[in-house]
């Protein structure tokens, strides 16, 4: 505030000062606010039914029709004959957009789409597999092996070649084994970063050639794949069990001899 100034709500004076009124003014907003909006969150539920408190508004029925612009009575009284919500879409709309629809169902399955968006959605992870530069054939296979998964997964693969000792200086030798290793598992990934010197370590970055998604599929395809063969393996072993016992189990036809035709009262 100005030197000499007066305020215009309580009257005081001098730089820097700051009246009692406007404090008052100040904390009569500021609870009016939190009064209006409790704990100061503002809710981002549509407005439906009796909160809608506008004179009129433009109606769409519960199959997408347009009704027109009706006043809201009318609007809550077609809800209520249909035993439907009437629900604002857009409130910004002069008049309000509202429509008809069952409002529980409608958050069920936009919760379900959520959950399932959610659940379809893909993130690519980075593993990371160190490697020695002695190392032997069994392990590298070994640590093939674990790349190829990861890459067929649909994940990167940051591969690291620890340095110890002297070996720091053939660097040459670990970038040898790096591109070794990039093309022996070029056919589920590439090179997406070139071997590169990281202090004691070098570095190389896999990428897989599939996209998440199509080695989830595949996966998927394959996982079912397996259980049909095990269930078809069990239903053929049980079926071979079934006729085994049936065969062991099934009773022998006596052969009839001479004897069995005699007259059993005559003495022999």
Do not use: W
């Amino acid at each position: 505030m100005a030197a000499g100034s007066v305020c215009a709500l309580g009257g005081c004076r001098g730089p820097g000062t700051r009246c009692q009124a406007f404090a008052c003014a100040e904390a009569f907003c500021i609870s009016r606010h939190h009064h209006l909006i409790p704990g100061g969150h503002i809710s981002t539920e549509p407005r439906i039914n009796d909160r809608i408190r506008v004179p009129e508004v433009r109606l769409v029925g519960p199959n997408g029709e347009q009704v027109g612009i009706v006043r809201v009575e009318d609007a809550l009284r077609l809800a209520a004959e249909n035993d439907l919500d009437l629900v604002e879409v857009a409130p910004q709309a002069r008049p309000p957009v509202c429509k008809l629809m069952d409002y529980g169902k409608f958050k069920y399955e936009a919760a379900q789409k959520a959950r399932d968006a959610r659940k379809n959605q893909t993130n690519t992870i980075t593993k990371e597999m160190k490697l020695r530069l002695k190392i032997d054939q069994h392990d590298y296979e070994t640590k093939k092996g674990h790349v190829v998964r990861f890459l067929k997964g649909g994940d990167k693969v940051k591969i690291t070649i620890m340095f110890r000792g002297r070996e720091q200086s053939r660097p040459e030798l670990g970038i040898d084994l790096l591109r070794r290793l990039a093309e022996d598992v070029a056919e589920y990934g590439y090179v997406e970063s070139s071997p590169k010197q990281d202090g004691r370590n070098m570095l190389m970055v896999l990428g897989p050639t599939k996209k998440k998604t199509e080695a989830k599929v595949e996966q998927a395809a394959d996982r079912d794949r397996r259980i049909a063969e095990r269930s078809a393996k069990a239903e053929a072993e049980r079926s071979e069990e079934a006729q085994l016992r049936a065969a062991v189990n099934k009773p022998t036809k006596k052969k009839r001899g001479p004897a069995d035709n005699m007259d059993p009262d005559v003495d022999l």
